[in-house]
């Protein structure tokens, strides 16, 4: 059983014990804890259930690259799952609860997969997915469901507590990982005056040499690593961060940091992680090196560990894995495990080292210990359990067999170590295969490349493939000193540290254990962890004719979890190229894709959350509005009240009673949204030709007229009126939130299509407060206005007909009024300076109260217009609808040679007479048709679906007719007046539809021409 | 996140500042053209794995449309220049003839693409 040993722990403070729970459990750790080495300390070796079979799973790394001991963390609206217990550092109150079993950690009925993992090889969900639907959903999914996933997800009624923020940066020189490798680099880097930025992931500086051993500069590692940090803090010129993760290299030098800033210290106040934006010119990856597992039966039981994390939680954290160890290696460095584990007071039962020749130096300072090593053996399997019980050691060279048990409470293992080539590759850094350490590193040769072309990242240490001290440091200062002469610094000559560690003997590509181990031992020895993926299943893919890595990794998901297959990728590779008859170069490797480790959503949000997620935008009549009953919707980035409550009403009593009070009174409607562009120069008025269907370089000054806007394809884009102000000014409104779109749209065609054309435009929808003054009493309501201030613009219709403008004073404001109409009514568009908008809009709330006034909303807006057949661009249009669909031909000029769209509203599929073309829609019963329905015909399509030949675009209540109105696109439909169509609802009921025209109220006009 | 220097304003503005307006230099059919003409209008783009002219514009920035050439693979950002031409300054071509010889995208009017001429 794993325990605390009492002494060693560099990283811990024992004077600062720390009470914690898991799984309800109380238990006691120290400053400095991980929760893995917190539960490793209380004897928790087993800390979690595998993905697919369930089987028991303890902890096998110490650090990022961990696959098994997920827990879920804290509780309500700070509960997370998924968090590695080894990037969690312990803080007082911490509650932790293992995940993915059922009933509990002991005791998981659904451990049974494990007896059913004949069933679930690799491709098994590919493989069930074309069984029948019924099989599938009764059987197949509901087992899944129940058996496969990671944590509970989070209440989704709960906002996380916690915040969280952007940070911008840049840098010349960014230097990613802060152990000898990345402090040597930063600080000949520094040397040159190029500002450094160095992330360390973890809460400590240094990485593995303090464990690892060796000196530098002829001291041990930690006395250097003090030094070159003070240094480094006494530069002005360096940032150093801790606990600040690189977790991505993007184009051009861009690269992302996760801070971690309270996670270890909840309740400190401030935000929780904070994600580094980086812009660097040069940046240096000095991320170290992963330890592969071995191969072997077994390998996942509780109590196998990697032999370096083994070390780890010894030197850095005072605990010990077991009692009686065994360790299986086939290189060197694992031997300095044995040493550790010696001096820690474990037994080392036995050093199984694969390589008949054995190690160097160090196998023979742990002979020199009187521990027992035989070469050119293996394990052959850990017996299966809840922790290493039994340990059978074979000949490597063999299937299994001839078995000596050992008894064992921990096994160490190392395959040898893997550059970590992630942030190297994010961008598009090549790797190159080294048979020396049997592991991809990066090819100096092909960088990731910046914008002239130059390598932007360079690698530097372990994570370039240089593991002796002494060889690592001198590459990171080379490495350093490169990186400031490319970000253009002055070459600058810092001498490297002078590194000593104990030359190392070859090591053994071993990538199954023993090589020729039998079907029944690969069906137990696991590649992918967190995926419960095994060596037979790659192989079974390679059988079924899997021979690409990006297509094995898919059916068999290995490297596709959380920890996207740090640990594994290799083994998994080597085991394919195996099973190909191919060379681990040939079958490459899978796509490295940021981040290296999952970093949280809220850091990725930032800020933008909430009220600030993105800008409101607000008329000049907004408060006004919020005191008075809003009821606000969302359009665009905009506020509109949707319509204004009064007490006791609901949203239905309020828009009918707005409908019928501006169809019968009069009612105000804050139009500010609306776009107003001011289109001006020479060729405006040509310029608005090709904009819009219609001709509008004709138009009179002083007069409007509805235009429609197409996109290239034909499709109807944008609608509103336009306005001639004077010979070359015109103003073209546009609906609400396409103010910016269309000014885009025009500034497009006039840079890079008609740039010679002398056009400018100017969007000033900012500008103006716009309100609409509707009904039989708006003229009144005005003319009183401008009697109470002695004058003003006569607004007669004689003096301002329909469909024009003037420009005058309307009760002693500057103002500009429109005489056009969306509802049918008599009807002022009315634009003021937007500082006069609420002063104006408080002045017709006081002048009409005798014309019986009231504001109305944008649900109110839409139904008056719908009552008149008006279309909406949204409603009746989907980017798939022309103009000619909604009869709208007449605003279509046939005297134009060209205009945006037209060409396209030639093609054969837009002249098709089959096309779905608006009507009315009138409801039988009187009742409201559903929003979206699709009408039903004769017949059955491909699919045995009934036929469809319409939809419903709008469809409202109207109040002024007492019944159901809608619009829709019906196959054919202007020539089917009169006929009852179907609409089949969600709801399991037919609605029955007769098509009419969709002008349902005055459709003569009259009302709004008076 | 590329970064694209502005040939307007010379901010160098990183892609969050930009909008991509895909291929650049497209020749506009309007009524009259054949469907063949139109439809490779509309619909037939570029997509190279190599040198490419794409349209941007400087959307949260001067607001201008300006074009790009780069290579969609390396990254590597060989010039940008004003939207208002028919076709790449002579110089950008010169130079992605430079580094990418053999080189070809669209012939343009002259026949100048690549660098054997
Ligand atoms: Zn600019």
């Known amino acids: 059983m794993s325990t605390r040993l009492a002494k060693h722990g560099r990283l811990i403070d024992r004077s600062k014990q720390i009470d914690f729970t898991f799984n309800g459990k109380t238990m006691k750790g120290y400053a400095g804890d991980t929760l893995a080495s917190a539960l490793l300390a209380n004897g928790q070796v087993m800390m979690g259930r595998s993905f697919k079979y369930h089987r028991p799973r303890g902890v096998v790394a110490s650090g990022a690259e961990e696959p098994n001991a997920l827990m879920q963390l804290g509780t309500g609206d700070r509960y997370e799952p998924n968090q590695r217990a080894t990037t969690t550092e312990l803080f007082s109150g911490l509650q932790a609860q293992s995940q993915n079993h059922w009933p509990s950690l002991e005791f998981d009925v659904l451990s049974i997969n494990n007896k059913l993992s004949r069933f679930l090889t690799a491709g098994f969900y590919y493989k069930m997915f074309i069984h029948p639907r019924p099989l599938w959903k009764h059987v197949y999914e509901p087992i899944i469901r129940k058996s496969a996933g990671l944590g509970a997800a989070p209440d989704a009624e709960l906002k996380d507590a916690d915040t969280y923020e952007h940070f911008y940066f840049f840098a010349d020189v960014l230097v990613i990982g802060g152990g000898v490798a990345g402090l040597q680099a930063a600080k000949a880097a520094a040397a040159s005056g190029a500002k450094v ?165 160090l196998m023979e300072a742990v002979r020199e210990k009187g521990i027992r090593v035989e070469l050119g053996r293996a394990i052959a399997k850990v017996k299966d359990g809840k922790s290493v019980t039994e340990v059978a050691i074979c000949a490597q060279n063999g299937e299994g067999g001839a078995r000596e048990i050992v008894q064992a409470d921990a096994v160490a293992m190392s395959g040898g170590w893997s550059p970590v080539v992630h942030l190297w590759s994010h961008c598009g850094g090549k790797l190159i295969w080294d048979e020396v350490t049997a592991s991809f590193r990066p090819d100096p040769e092909r960088p990731p490349l910046g914008d002239k072309g130059q390598g932007f990242v360079v690698p530097a240490g372990a994570a370039n493939g240089e593991f002796g001290l002494a060889a690592l440091l001198e590459d990171a200062a080379v490495a350093g000193a490169k990186a400031a002469e490319a970000a253009g610094f002055p070459a600058t000559t810092v001498a490297a540290a002078k590194g000593e560690s104990v030359a190392e003997a070859q090591m053994e590509a071993v990538w199954l254990m023993p090589a020729k181990a039998d079907v029944k031992l690969r069906m137990k020895s696991w590649l992918d962890y967190q995926n419960d993926v095994k060596v037979s299943d790659v192989q079974l893919a390679a059988r079924e004719g899997y021979e690409s890595v990006e297509h094995t990794k898919r059916y068999t998901t290995l490297g596709m979890a959380t920890d996207q297959g740090k640990l594994s990728n290799i083994n998994g590779l080597a085991i394919l190229a195996d099973s190909l008859n191919a060379e681990i170069p040939q079958v490459g490797t899978t796509t490295f894709r940021p981040p290296y480790h999952p970093i949280s959503l809220g850091a990725i949000a930032g800020e933008a959350r909430g009220e600030i997620f993105q800008p409101i935008r607000k008329t000049p009549m907004y408060d006004w509005h919020d005191r008075n009953g809003a009821d606000w919707e969302p359009v665009g980035q905009w506020r509109r009240p949707f319509a204004y409550l009064r007490d006791g009403e ?23 949204t609306l776009g107003k562009l001011i289109v001006k120069g020479p060729d405006a008025g040509k310029f608005l030709d090709m904009m819009y269907t219609n001709m509008m370089s004709t138009l009179k000054i002083g007069k409007c007229r509805y235009g429609l806007m197409c996109s290239e394809n034909g499709f109807l884009m944008d609608d509103g009126v336009v306005a001639r102000i004077d010979e070359d000014t015109w103003l073209c409104h546009t609906t609400t939130g396409g103010a910016e779109h269309i000014h885009g749209w025009m500034e497009e065609w006039l840079q890079t299509e008609w740039w010679d054309w002398k056009v400018y435009v100017a969007n000033v929808t900012e500008q103006y407060a716009q309100i609409a003054v509707v009904g ?72 009409g109260k005798e014309f019986g006034v009231m504001p109305y909303g944008t649900e109110t807006l839409h139904i008056l217009r719908a ?144 | 996140m590329l970064i694209l220097e502005c040939p307007y304003c010379g901010v160098k503005a990183e892609e969050t500042e930009l909008a991509a307006g895909g291929e650049a230099h497209l020749k506009r059919y309007g009524p009259g053209s054949s469907d063949d003409e139109f439809h ?6 570029e997509n190279p794995k190599g040198v490419h002219f794409e349209r941007w514009r400087h959307a949260n920035g001067c607001g201008k449309w300006f074009h790009a050439a780069r290579c969609t693979m390396t990254l590597e950002v060989f010039g940008t220049y004003p939207a208002q031409t028919t076709e790449p300054p002579q110089e950008i071509c010169d130079k992605i003839t430079a580094k990418r010889p053999g080189w070809s995208w669209r012939e343009f009017s002259d026949g100048r693409k690549s660098s054997a001429a």
Request: with cysteine; proline share 4%.
């Open chain 1, 867 to 1010: 009552e008149k057949g008006f279309i909406m661009i949204g409603d009746e249009t989907d980017g798939t609808v022309i103009p000619q669909d909604l009869g709208l031909n007449w605003a279509l000029s046939k005297k134009k040679e060209d205009y945006l769209g037209k060409r396209a509203q030639q093609r054969s599929h837009m002249v098709d007479p089959d096309r779905w073309q608006l009507v009315g829609l009138e409801t039988v019963d009187g009742s409201v048709l559903p929003d979206g329905a699709y009408a039903v015909g004769e017949g059955v399509n491909a699919n045995g679906q009934r036929n469809m030949i319409g939809r419903v675009t709008s469809t409202y209540h109207s109040a002024t007719l007492g019944r159901g109105i809608a619009m829709g696109l019906v196959k054919h439909g202007p020539k089917r007046m009169g006929e009852v169509i179907e609409f089949p609802g969600t709801d399991g009921k037919t609605y029955k539809a007769k098509i009419v025209d969709p002008v349902f109220y005055d459709k003569e006009g009259e009302k709004q021409n008076v």
């Open chain 1, 650 to 672: 609901d949203r239905h009593a309020a828009v009918n009673r707005e409908v019928k009070n501006t169809r019968e009174n009069l009612g105000l409607l804050d139009a500010s």
């Open chain 1, 776 to 847: 039989p009493n708006a003229r009144k309501v005005l003319e009183k206005l401008n009697a109470q201030a002695g004058g003003g613009m006569d607004v007669s219709r004689e003096a301002l007909p329909f469909m024009e403008w003037r420009d005058g004073q309307i009760g002693g404001f500057d103002a500009r009024a429109y005489r056009i109409s969306f509802s049918g009514e008599l009807s002022y568009e009315i634009a003021v300076a937007a500082s006069e908008g609420q002063a104006f809009w408080d002045a017709l709330m006081e002048a």
């Open chain 1, 197 to 361: 930025l160095v992330l360390e992931q973890n809460s400590y500086w240094g990485g593995r040499a303090p464990v690892d051993g060796g000196t530098i500069d002829g001291e041990a590692p930690e006395a250097w690593i003090e030094k070159t940090l003070a240094e480094l803090r006494a530069m002005d010129n360096v940032t150093l961060r801790d606990r600040c993760m690189g977790s991505g290299v993007y184009d051009h030098g861009y690269a992302l940091g996760y801070e971690r800033l309270t996670d270890h210290a909840p309740g400190q106040g401030g935000p929780r992680h904070r994600l580094w934006r980086i812009r660097a010119s040069q940046i240096v990856t000095a991320t170290g090196a992963i330890e592969r597992p071995l191969s072997f039966a077994g390998n996942d039981v509780p109590g196998v560990m990697l032999a370096g994390a083994m070390r780890d939680y010894v030197v850095n954290w005072g605990v010990k894995p077991g009692e009686r160890v065994v360790v299986a290696t086939n290189n060197d460095d694992a031997y300095r495990t044995a040493l550790v584990l010696h001096d820690a007071g474990v037994e080392v039962v036995r050093v199984v080292d694969t390589r008949e020749t054995g190690g160097g130096a």
């Open chain 2, 40 to 45: 490779d209008y509309l619909f037939m783009r």
